[in-house]
């Protein structure tokens, strides 16, 4: 079975050209049928690109996928890392000609452990950024978390119905919100009266 080679280009707009892209792939060796585009915002992750999926249905064990550009592949380092990594696991080459390299050789396995550090240096900033905005919200007297799907009214409302009797699916009906919900606030009520 031979191997084959895929090339890949993406522009985010209909407005971009991927012709740079083309020719580089082309200047491979590869032909418009070798080549997939996708026309789609970086952004979006790599793996729910249409372009991009049919390419990983298409590529095999040995296969290579070439992009001009690493910022083809995603503009997020931890997007990239997870495509490279889905690449790796299934044993398919990427080339990358813009800066040489190729994760099958030892400068290219040298990149890909550069570019993991990175990875997670990236979630790390993302950690200590969503850690600080939360304290920052608590600080400033701010509710976290999901809205209550009752007010406090309706919420003694509940406890109202239920102490004269009424079933939690009853009770839930009428207020248009989920048996849970009700079960979840009659059962707080109780613990906080045992705790007394």
């Known amino acids: 079975m031979t191997m084959q080679r895929y090339g890949y280009t993406r522009v985010s707009t209909n407005e971009q050209t991927n012709d740079p892209q083309v020719i580089a792939l082309k200047r491979e060796g ?86 993991a550090g990175f990875a997670e240096f990236e979630r790390e900033i993302i950690r200590e950024r969503t850690v600080a905005g939360l304290e920052a919200a608590r600080a400033a007297g701010k509710r976290l978390g999901r809205r209550p799907k009752l007010t406090d009214r309706q919420r003694n409302h509940v406890l109202t119905m239920s102490a004269a009797g009424q ?29 007394f």
């Open 30 to 115: 590869l032909s418009d049928d070798m080549i997939v585009r996708d026309i789609i915002s970086g952004g979006v992750p790599a793996l729910s690109r249409p372009g991009m999926s049919s390419l990983l249905q298409l590529l095999q064990p040995g296969d290579s996928l070439i992009a001009a550009k690493l910022d083809r592949l995603g503009r997020d380092t931890l997007d990239v890392i997870g495509l490279i990594r889905t690449l790796n696991k299934r044993s398919i080459n990427l080339r990358i000609l813009n800066i040489g390299v190729e994760t099958n050789t030892p400068n290219g396995q040298l990149f890909l452990t550069i570019l």
């Open 167 to 195: 079933n939690n699916g009853q009770i839930a009906d009428i207020l248009g919100v989920s048996v849970s919900t009700i079960q979840r606030i009659t059962a707080q009520n109780t613990l906080q009266k045992s705790a």
